[in-house]
T-cell receptor
């Protein structure tokens, strides 16, 4: 399995500001994903981030609000823009390992609180 | 569109009891993957098992076992002789296959399992 780290692990932000979350993997992976877990809820896929192409967003999520970068096969960022208290969630990145297994492993998450 | 249903919101059992967590899924694809993840109180998401749609063989790993039945679109998870450390939220998830690789996961709402000492 891949070792995944996220920065920051948590943050408290003011309404109207933006936060960029980093996801680093210890090996090259083709597919990376970003999820949101609202308080007490399940996980919802935000977007798929593949290196060398635009991120693919799920219904209800837009690039202006959640811009994503994927500059190489080990790193991705998710920005939460113009934040409101409704954006308070845990944001998790995951990676799909290669070799035909396609198991998704998750990072530790970034706990975001917007005041 | 795919969907995963975990009808049990919360289950509470006494330690050493067996417990089964239910998962029912919907998909139009013939190729898909099913997963179970554990989320303990610390918050990290721990991978437990992955099963592809062509492999209906049940699996056992220690005290954990999984029963995959395509006929009923179910992928149930049983913990035998439960322990307090099994207390967590358990998520069932589905991933369809787009040809270029697995898609993102669709999660069920999760089952909060409480094991009482």
């Amino acid at each position: 399995s891949a070792v995944i780290s996220q920065k920051p692990s948590r943050d408290i932000c003011q309404r109207g500001t933006s936060l960029t979350i980093q996801c680093q993997v210890d090996s090259q992976v083709t597919m990376m994903f970003w999820y949101r877990q609202q308080p007490g809820q399940s996980l919802t896929l935000i977007a798929t981030a593949n290196q060398g192409s635009e991120a693919t967003y799920e219904s209800g999520f837009v690039i202006d609000k959640f811009p994503i970068s994927r500059p190489n096969l080990t790193f991705s960022t998710l920005t939460v823009s113009n934040m409101s208290p409704e954006d308070s969630s845990i944001y998790l990145c995951s990676v799909a390992t290669s070799g035909g297994t396609d198991t998704q492993y998750f990072g530790p998450g970034t706990r975001l609180t917007v005041l | 569109a795919q969907k995963v249903t975990q009808a049990q919101t919360e289950i509470s059992v006494v330690e050493k009891e067996d417990v089964t967590l239910d998962c029912v899924y919907e998909t139009r694809d013939t190729t898909y993957y099913l997963f179970w993840y554990k989320q303990p109180p610390s918050g990290e998401l721990v991978f437990l098992i992955r099963r592809n749609s062509f492999d209906e063989q049940n699996e056992i790993s220690g005290r954990y076992s999984w029963n995959f039945q395509k006929s009923t679109s179910s992928f149930n998870f049983t913990i035998t002789a439960s322990q307090v450390v099994d207390s967590a939220v358990y998520f069932c998830a589905l991933s369809e296959y787009s040809g270029g690789g697995a898609d993102g996961l669709t999660f069920g709402k999760g089952t909060h399992l409480i094991i009482q000492p």
